[in-house]
Every structure is written in C-alpha cells, then in structure tokens.
C-alpha cells in the first residue's frame, strides 16, 4: 500500500508569491496534519484536518491556510511568502482523528524561498 | 506550554555498541509518546508508539520506555549498526477529542562508525 505521497517534492519561489503544496493521506486514513520543519529543528505543528473539518492550529499567520478535500487529500496555501517560510513541510496520516492514533509521514516537500 | 528536550544532540558510537537516547518533556499530561527517525533530506519514519498508560513497547533491536510522571522516555537501541545512522526524533500527543497534535523534540543525531 502506498504511504503519505506529497507533491511537489521541490519548489523554490520568490519573496511575496503564493505556493500550495498538496498531500495524499494512506488510504483509509481520513485525519491529515501539516507541520514545518526548519533545519536543524523538529517539526511544528501547523494544521490538522479531520472529517474534511479544522481539528487544530498552531502558532502560525494567518498567511498559512489549508483544507481537506471529501477524498481525505489536502492542500496547505501559504500566501505572501517570507524568507523564513523556506523550510521542510511534512504531511501526516492518521486512521481517526484522537491522540491515539500513531501518526505516519509523507517525505515533505522543501520549499525553498529566494 | 509542552517543551521537548532530546539529549544528547549528536552521538557517535562504533558498530555493535548498545545506546540510550532520552527524551524529556514538561507537561505529563500525554495522550501517547512516538519516536520517529529521520534520514537526511527525508520524511519521518516511525519507530515506535508508546500509550500513555503503557510502560515500554519493543520492534526488533529497538525498545522504548515511558515514565509519564516523571516527564521522561528512553529510546534504547541494541547491537546498534552503520544503517541506524540517521536523526532520531520523539514527540508527545496532546490533542482533545479527535484533535491530534505532536510537540517535538529537536534531535538526537546518531553516527554509528565501522
């Protein structure tokens, strides 16, 4: 069975510009979270969607957004990017939503900001 | 706020030694504990989940614990070798109801030497 598959893999943008990166959650799996990842640092926790509704959001601007499509996929919107928005961003799956649900991890997709 | 310490930050050891990496975190108030490892460049692959009411949980050469009073895990790794190079990551689930939401640790980077 296929994991978290997230696209693009890469993607490098400009100061100011809009990106959307997007995530397939392992089949079956119906909560899907976002966190980023600056080198050297472990991943923050940014969104979590279940049920195609918002479960849970961290410290993060209102220039990040996302949303759950009704076949469990996401996409995470980052508008007026900054320098600091260059990181890894992962995606995660879970079965159900709840704190006891291990969670499994896509590759990421570094993003890049020039 | 939940505040995970991961010590030590780097480690080398040679082949075929046993580890320990720890793992601290602030607020007991856990749902589950999960180690992840890191390969450069990579996604997160999970290790091991441990539920809160649980004391330690083992795969293969690897076993963790948990003292959730004490605000303490143990990820213990035996005959370690050259492929379990990589950074090892443990994060703490604290999310409500269908929320789920994983605080992270920064790191243990582990390099295991012929």
């Known amino acids: 069975d296929a994991g978290v598959t997230q696209s693009p893999t890469h993607l490098i943008k400009t100061r100011g510009q809009h990106v959307t990166l997007r995530c397939s959650p392992i089949s079956g799996h119906k909560s899907v979270s976002w966190y980023q990842q600056v080198l050297g640092q472990g991943p923050q926790f940014i969104f979590q969607y279940y049920e195609k509704e918002e479960r849970g959001r961290g410290n993060f601007p209102d220039r990040f957004s996302a949303r759950q499509f009704p076949n469990y996929s996401s996409e995470l919107n980052v508008n007026a990017l900054l320098l600091g928005d260059s990181a890894l961003y992962l995606c995660a799956s879970s079965l159900a939503g709840g704190s006891r649900q291990p969670q499994h991890f896509g590759d990421g997709t570094r993003l890049s900001i020039l | 706020k939940q505040e995970v310490t991961q010590i030590p930050a780097a480690l080398s050891v040679p082949e075929g030694e046993n580890l320990v990496l720890n793992c601290s975190f602030t607020?007991?108030?856990?749902?589950?504990l999960q180690w992840f490892r890191q390969d450069p460049g990579k996604g997160l692959t999970s290790l091991l989940l441990?539920?809160?009411?649980?004391r330690e949980q083992t795969s293969g050469r690897l076993n963790a614990s948990l003292d959730k009073s004490s605000g303490r895990s143990t990820l213990y790794i035996a005959a370690s070798q050259p492929g379990d190079s990589a950074t090892y990551l443990c994060a703490v689930n604290q999310g409500r109801g269908t929320a789920s939401k994983l605080t992270f640790g920064t790191g243990t980077r582990l390099q295991v030497t012929l």
């Open positions: 607020d007991s108030a856990i749902y589950n």
């Open positions: 441990i539920q809160s009411s649980q």
